[in-house]
């Protein structure tokens, strides 16, 4: 089963590297926001090869401790996106992203326990999901305010909700299913890499939709 969970595994990188191709061939005409959600992908692709790398090639063949890593990126990446974007340089959101990078910070020096497996501890992809939910709450509150709401943002908080909420599900259990059997472990990643991968293709989709060209029309 281990051996046919890493093929199945396989999707991810084929999808990353599939959306990246879109978001680099739709760049000039997509949107601000869905440039940087290329951006995202690059850096999901990135880190998928690390984890690759490191959990199958190097001699260790332990790659746990770039949670925090992946944590950073993702907690990063759409904090720029919503401030920017979504949230319009909300100061709350400021203040969240600051308590965000310090809670980070601190669960990465202090309580995570990253490179013996049998006392693995870390908490970093909860707060950072839980810090993404957030935004995404908080966008939900100010789009209420508006006359009429944007639908590109409206459909990528959604999708952004979804999966972030998946995510804190499965990465809130991780400290405690290291150690249990292999195939409660698999059911669980099987999750995260099918809704990893529903994700990514619904951010590729808003990338191509928005960047198709339109032809103008042709008249006489």
């Not at 984890?51 to 990063?76: D, I, Q």
């Not at 698999?186 to 099918?194: M, Q, R, S, Y």
């Not at 590729?204 to 960047?211: A, D, F, K, N, P």
């Amino acid at each position: 089963m281990n051996q046919l969970f890493v093929y199945f595994s396989y999707i991810t990188p084929i999808v990353l590297l599939y959306a990246c191709v879109v978001g680099v061939y739709s760049h000039s005409k997509t949107l601000a926001p869905l440039r940087y959600c290329t951006l995202y992908l690059f850096l999901m692709l990135v880190m998928d090869l690390a984890f690759r790398y490191f959990g199958l090639v190097a001699s260790g063949k332990y790659n746990l401790f770039l949670f925090p890593v992946l944590a950073l990126f993702e907690f990063l990446t759409w904090a720029y996106i919503f401030y920017r974007f979504l949230l319009n340089k909300s100061t709350t959101l400021l203040v969240i992203v600051g308590l965000g990078v310090g809670l980070l910070l601190l669960d990465t020096l202090f309580v995570s326990k990253l490179f013996v497996l049998e006392e693995y501890r870390t908490y970093s992809r909860a707060i950072s999901n839980l810090a993404i939910i957030t935004f995404s709450l908080l966008y939900y509150y100010k789009s209420l305010k508006d006359e009429v709401p944007n639908a590109l943002y409206l459909r990528l908080n959604s999708g952004i909700l979804f999966y972030s909420a998946i995510n804190l599900l499965v990465f809130s259990s991780l400290n405690f299913l290291v150690n249990e059997s292999i195939n409660l472990v698999v059911a669980f990643w099987v999750l995260n890499i099918v809704a990893s991968n529903v994700f990514y293709l619904f951010l590729t989709y808003q990338i191509w939709q928005h960047g198709k060209i339109r032809k103008p029309l042709q008249y006489g």
